[in-house]
């Protein structure tokens, strides 16, 4: 049982670059989310998608965009690749709301911006 | 919106010994779920016990359990017979119950704690 798994775990990219974040589930989860935790802080919400062909805004949106074509998928996309955006992103995913299901996590993609 | 505060960066124990990390959350909500994850060095966000807002009797989870007041938006975590292995980064997390937010996560800034042999 894979659960969530992020691709690539580490990434060095050049300001003006763009790359594709990818964060595939095998639970059948239909909720999935962005997060990036900067060094010494807790995680923020990018995006997020409720099932396939919906997504919404988080607390920190700019300068990324989603999309979620499947259930399984949900990649994160940078366009414009900026110094303010070397985090850590995690992808995660849960099953519903209105019970105590948690949200699962992949191990994370250190992404530098250099 | 609601936001989650973790007002100890570090705190450290010895082994064996008992340690409370705090965590209070500001929400104008009356149903919600709270939980706490571990992160080690590893990285990984790891679940360590949750909380359902309408339930009065607090969460245990082995060593780990949690002092729940409601009235004073407070969710602290204690960890009992500290082990070297519970050294990590703790995250209080809150999650509200709404249909319309997504099952979302908020965050705290998370508390580092030490476990000293």
């Known amino acids: 049982n894979a659960g969530v798994t992020q691709t690539p775990k580490f990434r060095i990219l050049k300001i003006g670059q763009s790359m594709t974040l990818q964060c595939t589930q095998d639970?059948?989860?239909?909720?999935m989310y962005w997060y990036r935790q900067d060094p010494g802080m807790g995680l923020k919400l990018i995006y997020y998608s409720v099932g396939a062909g919906i997504t919404d805004k988080g607390e920190v949106p700019n300068g990324y965009n989603v999309s979620r074509s499947t259930t399984e998928d949900f990649p994160l996309r940078l366009e414009l690749a900026a110094p303010s955006q070397t985090s850590v992103y995690f992808c995660?995913?849960?099953?519903?709301?209105?019970?105590?299901?948690?949200?699962?996590f992949g191990d994370g993609t250190r992404l530098s911006i250099l | 919106a609601q936001t989650v505060t973790q007002s100890q960066p570090e705190m450290s124990v010895q082994e064996a010994e008992t340690v409370t990390l705090s965590c209070t959350y500001d929400?104008?909500?009356?149903?919600?779920?709270l939980f706490w994850y571990k992160q080690p060095p590893s990285r990984q966000m790891i679940l360590v016990i949750r909380?359902?807002?309408?339930?009065?009797q607090n969460a245990t989870e082995n060593r780990f359990s949690v002092n729940f007041q409601k009235a004073a938006k407070s969710f602290s975590l204690k960890i009992s017979d500290s082990q070297l292995g519970d050294a990590a980064m703790y995250f209080c997390?809150?999650?509200?119950?709404?249909?319309?937010?997504?099952?979302?996560?908020?965050f705290g800034e998370g508390t580092q704690l030490t476990v000293n042999p």
């Open positions: 997390a809150y999650r509200s119950a709404r249909e319309t937010s997504g099952s979302r996560l908020t």
């Open positions: 639970m059948n989860h239909n909720y």
């Open positions: 929400t104008s909500e009356s149903d919600y779920y």
């Open positions: 909380q359902e807002a309408y339930k009065q």
């Open positions: 995660a995913s849960s099953y519903s709301i209105g019970s105590l299901a948690p949200q699962h």
